[in-house]
């Protein structure tokens, strides 16, 4: 009540913009179904979510936990992105049969490809928990007991069900641990490759496209699940058939115009959304420097190999665009906290903050602890930074150290049978690493990573044994005489005894090194990291729920945590620096504008270049005949929201999100309306390029595709 008058000057600056907000699927109703309507949209909050009856969750899935992906027919047919079915592509391709070059499409379904380890998960309710979880925590308690009671309540509460193997339950935290909501989940776990458009449409632009506005990729893949015979969930089994849905989404073939409604369904990995500005700095000035110059040096060498050589690119293929991609989206994030002002507008809205907790006696003082515990935790946690990008990760032989300290441990401690156990899984683990792994660029790799280590971090972080030597020289010693630089060397020790093997791995200079690097960390940084670390996320968990009573104007929405959210806003273009506009739609003419003959960026093929000149678009083209590829939104989206369905006002299928604009990479910290876009497929191209491109009709056939706007459907699409 008393904040009353102060609402409509506040309400300007506070509100979460039209198009900021990733909200919680069962919650709509309450929080935004009078906003999205007055937005346009037709649908109301239960057509989008509901337990008791199909809505359009039961079409979307959480494809292999990293991607969304949407049911578009009545036999289970998936789509998602082309890079989020990236690794499996690679899978199946050989030199002989290059379906990442070439493209792939199954013409039936004996020719649909299975993928061990992918999965599709659909939610089938969720509920919140709060009371349950929360019971019995009271203010007083430290962070540990508090998370001990959490636990308890957690394990309680799950231990009122019985799930089969394919049913699953998760209890997460959200708002920084004061909500608590279960999910209840069914997983599918044969879910089939059954058509990629060739890496020049699904991959158009690469890497010097992606993350940019105009964009001209298709970046989309067919995948389909697998059920048993009753439909049930299954693993893979020759026995299996088509899934039938609950719900599948039908496409509209009319497409969008500037300002349309439009929303994203599913699954966002992680923002930051409520950090205070001594973290954004820290990010900006520290931690996105340091990991983005350790992953240069990785790319630059590993793409000198991939470029020379065509079965290296096939080899590294995923790998290198995995690691490419975070590191240019931290680049354009630091570069966008700064041209936003993100750190001065978290400080102006901490004084708005600091000034209401002296007025309500509570809360005050946070600000103050944040900047001593971050700053305290900052050495720590660039060590960290740096060891978790250069041996933990980029350089590959040290990484894999690591999983033979797991086999090693298993046998000192748990003895023979654990540890055979554990030798076979780490085998299959090694066979498949060894496939994609070279040598040569490896030790490159670590002489490069070795020496920007030393040259950024304090001696006392660096393993002793490397101290005063040179990289090269010690590159050369590791990788000449490690027995594990080869599936064949390393088959070869493990059929040893295991005695004997675990003697060789404790021989291994290679290995000696990274363990003496992970005892430093384990002993001198972890510990004061983990320290601060617990403070800090306690003292997060009081500041949101402060930031929540304080603002009662506000409307909050809890960061992304890969749990199933709803995001909407309008097609909408926006202004990248003065002077310059950007329209929220490109067409096929854009992709022959960039077309470079024989780039491995910008090559275009034939089909596609005379189906262009031809302009045979079929019923895909816009109402002037062009030819639509993608466009852009306001929608709020992060990583794991690849492959979400972009929908119009009715629920029908009209993209596919694949991309967030270079201006707005930092909306995971700080959304800005005015510049931060989703970047999504029209599905009109998606289906041109089905039967128009590769001519897989029989797919087309499947689908509905529907005429929202009115125009009528004039015959079924051949
Ligand atoms: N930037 C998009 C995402 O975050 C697309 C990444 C795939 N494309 C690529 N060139 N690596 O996942
Ligand atoms: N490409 C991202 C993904 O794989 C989505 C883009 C984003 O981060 O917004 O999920």
New binding site residues.
Partial sequence: MRLIYILPALLLTLQASAGEGMWLPHLLKALNESEMKSMGMKLKAEDIYSVNKGSLKDAIVHFGG???AEVISSQGLLLT?H??GYDNIQSHSSLEKNYLRDGYWAKNTTEELTNPGLFARFIEEIADVSTDVLKGVTPGMSAAEKQSVIDINIRNYKSKFTLDKFHELEVRPFFAGNQYLAFFMVRYNDVRLVGTPPESIGKFGADTDN?VWPRHTGDFSLFRIYAGPNNEPADISENNKPFTPKHSMPISLDGIQEGDFTMVFGF??RTDEYLPSIAVDQIMTHSDPAKIAVRDAALNIMNKYMRNDESTRLKYASKYATIA?SWK?WIGEAKGLKSTNAVGKKKTFEAEFEKRAMKAKQYTGLIPQFNALYTANLEASLVRDYFSEAPNRNIEMLRLMGSLRNLVQTYEKSGEKDYLKMKDRLSAFMQEFYQDFSADIDKEIFVSLMQICRDNLAKKYMPASTEGKSFEVLGDVLYGASPFTSWEKSSAVLGKSPQECIDIIKNDPMYQMAMEWNEIIRLNVNPEFEKNRRQIDSLQSIYMKAQMELFPEKKFYPDANSTLRVTYGKVQGYKPKDAVYYNPVTYLDGVMEKYVPGDYEFDVSQKLIQLHEDKDYGPYADKTGKLPVCFLGSNH???????SPAIDAHGNLIGL????VWEG?M??INYDASICR??MVDARYVLFVIDKFAGAKRLIDEMKLVHPKGKKMKKKVK
């Fill in positions: 990293f991607c969304t992105n890079h989020c993350w966002p990995g991609n989206k989206t992060t990583g794991g929201n690849s492959g999100n694949f991309d967030r990479t909306s995971d989703n970047i």
